[in-house]
DNA sequence: GATGAATGAGCGTTCATTCAT
DNA sequence: AATGAATGAACGCTCATTCAT
């Protein structure tokens, strides 16, 4: 399972994940063949067989190394001794830095498995469920403490906020938001902003004084 | 193509189409075969190669009626007079609305064409920013006004709101939140409340003056 | 399911079936592929699959239906009014007029079901063994008449008499025996008389009296 | 070929031939892997093809190693002085008793080999019918000697004799007969009494004086 | 309009066999 | 001798689409 490549030597199951990743990004988990990940991975058709039980285990395990990388970072944003606005900004800049860092893995996560709620999305309810609690979590504390407003329960809160934050990515996935370095920088502080402090002036004033 | 159904007389377009949302609902798009559309609409096979010309051709069918409904509406909210939250909650109230009506039309339009950036997303791209671009509108009229913060570009803005309410819809399709009247009822002031007045309490203070 | 063709019409699902006997006898269930019995049958490819679920379903369709003639065969000759040898005499006959009749056919009953313990046989185990049974209904009353020693229990005088005619149908099979007419009208009796009235002369004497 | 094992050292040859007895029994010679056989054999999955050019040739191999026992038994059997009934005997009991020895080992050979008329009985046509041969001897030297029937040809005789056998043989591997050893015992008497004595009541009169 | 039989390209998966170490 | 990764041809099955009636 395991298996330890040698040092030096091509591990050839990564390269095959990898391989995964460019392919199902470029045409779509449904759309492409076990043998364009094979020939994308410069190995044998069978060899995809021999490290995975089926096309899509290599999408599944995809998701679960990535997705466990997001949960463990949420868990380490949420235990330092910050205020929740800067929490959220760590988690949004966190998202954002993954998918700067490799925009075809994040996107073939969201997708192929968060997104595809009639497949891998239902499969995997549990593990995504787990970052909308991470997150939960980080305003049910700012809620206790009385930074955050009470009105809003905290999981809905956690919706909000990621499903802003995976809008911005789609629309960067769409192209329909421009993918620059200063957009990617620019929309960590926005989105939180927009969701924390709200798009409303403050002098608006009558804001709901605490919803 | 308008095929207007004799009064009394059973519009077979009208079923398939039907038949469609209920089955691309239930197994995806992706997973039933064109005989089990033709099979939930009483039909025989070959019908539906009559009204339709491809199994593609009913999904991107039933997409185009719904969305373009919400493109209506949005523009018939956005031409009242009234305050940008209230522009909002009308939004906001006409999508939720549409899930609680017809909750498997919404959940095909949303999982199979709006979160499917690699198929039908990519292909009704233009259709799906037309939602994102009137949504900004209500926005940006409010910046203009002073309202809204300028510091938050009304099409980012209009993501992030686009983005909350689908997660929304998309946690009520997974059935991570209840689907209750209560629910749906509660989530168009909190999603508002949310995006609009922010997760912040407003003694909170210094949330940034002005963005 | 049942298809009626229409007069003068051709059946196709008989046409691959037909085919099938046709390519199973010549190359074996396993070492042929399904293009194999569509090219036979001159249908395409898919069509096989119209008419039934897998490769394997032509198979038993083919067994079930003959060896259903088989087992009616064999009651309606156990139900006449003759001696027990006339009776097997029967019997005998009808199996070897039907390998004279379809010799394909019988050979695919026989080599990929019949005798294929670990695969087709067990799954027709129960069927299998009514043939053994209705032998041994025979058996069974000319025991009580006493036309039959009581010693040799008549399950087991089937299985004796039932296996000695699957060994000349695999002979012939094989080209063990020569195939001719007279073969096959000489081994009708001689199969008979060889487990009725056994190989030992007469006169041989002490042949265990009554087993 | 001979790979003698050192003494004491394990001759994995020997491993894998025996695990391919349990595998073949257990699954079938099709439906099994060259991986089953090594994974039983607990060696490694490229050592079988160091011993073996094929998977086939490990079939051939168990088959030809113990047919050949068999055919020396049938030859050292037919040169004892004993009258034919009791050389029959002798052979319905070395067969048997093999099948009750490794019950396995004659599963696959039958199964597999003997009664698969479109492979490996094929291929093994000759030495397969060397062993009807032996018996037909037996029954020719009984006819010479005026104590079995002249009018039954002592090769089709023979394939009686071995037919009812193998049918015994198939029961027990179908399970259609109990597997006990008073079963085993008491079937190489029945067996001999059916086919030498028939199965009529000797009282039944002319049962054909000489067929 | 309506039916469903007919078509055949496409794809996931299996597995015997080879080979570098 | 021994290992197990690597290869790739083969095949069963699916299903969108066409077409004759």
Known sequence: MATAAKPGAV??????????????????FHHCRVSDVADEAGVAYGLV????????????????????????AIAEIDSRELPAREKLYGVASFIIDSYRHDPDLMKVIIVEVTRAANSF?????????????GIAGIVESAREQGSFKSGIPSEFAAMCFYGAIEQLLTAWIFEVL??????????????????????????????????
Not at 12 to 25: E, H, M, T
Not at 53 to 61: A, D, M, V
Not at 182 to 193: F, M, N, P
């Open 11 to 28: 591990d050839k199951r990564r390269l095959i994940l990898d391989a995964g990743v460019r392919v199902f990004a470029r045409r779509g």
């Open 49 to 72: 067989y021999h490290y995975f039980r089926s096309k899509e285990e290599i999408l599944n395990t995809l998701f679960l190394e990535r997705w466990q990388i997001m949960l463990d």
């Open 121 to 133: 999305g239902a499969l995997h309810l549990d593990k995504i469920r787990e970052a909308y609690l």
């Open 178 to 211: 421009p993918r620059t370095d200063e957009e990617y920088e620019g929309a960590k502080g926005l989105v939180v902003e927009a969701i924390c402090g709200g798009l409303e002036s403050v002098q608006n004033g009558a804001a709901s004084p605490s919803a």
